[in-house]
């Protein structure tokens, strides 16, 4: 069983930080969140982008976070994918993001 109150302790330890994990960075802590929790408590976590946003969040259990806590409602019925399966089924979509947000390269290559 997901522990919430664990991730919204460890989200809180990162106070101040909003604004660059909102505004470019957002990727990252989803990855954060994705090492922190998936390792040492066997969670299930994925990574999820949110297309209309243009928004990384991390999907652990049932939940989805961000460096705003558990925004699960605020997300709740918009258009989601899991980066893995992004990578399996539209692998040229999942390249562009990974070249943009995550690696901050802006040439486009094709």
């Given at each position: 069983?997901?522990?919430?109150?664990?991730?919204?302790?460890?989200?809180?330890?990162?106070?101040?930080?909003?604004?660059?994990?909102?505004?470019?960075?957002?990727?990252?802590?989803?990855?954060?969140?994705?090492?922190?929790?998936?390792?040492?408590?066997?969670?299930?976590?994925?990574?999820?982008?949110?297309?209309?946003?243009?928004?990384?969040?991390?999907?652990?259990?049932?939940?989805?976070?961000?460096?705003?806590?558990?925004?699960?409602?605020?997300?709740?019925?918009?258009?989601?994918?899991?980066?893995?399966?992004?990578?399996?089924?539209?692998?040229?979509?999942?390249?562009?993001?990974?070249?943009?947000c995550r690696d901050f390269e802006e040439d486009d290559d094709e």
């Open positions: 069983m997901v522990n919430q109150e664990k991730i919204l302790n460890f989200i809180a330890r990162f106070h101040g930080s909003e604004d660059t994990f909102l505004h470019g960075c957002c990727y990252w802590f989803a990855r954060i969140l994705l090492d922190r929790f998936a390792a040492e408590d066997g969670y299930d976590v994925s990574i999820m982008y949110e297309p209309v946003e243009g928004h990384f969040l991390a999907k652990i259990g049932y939940r989805f976070y961000d460096i705003r806590g558990d925004v699960t409602m605020k997300y709740r019925g918009k258009p989601m994918y899991d980066i893995w399966n992004m990578q399996r089924e539209n692998n040229r979509q999942y390249r562009h993001l990974m070249r943009d």
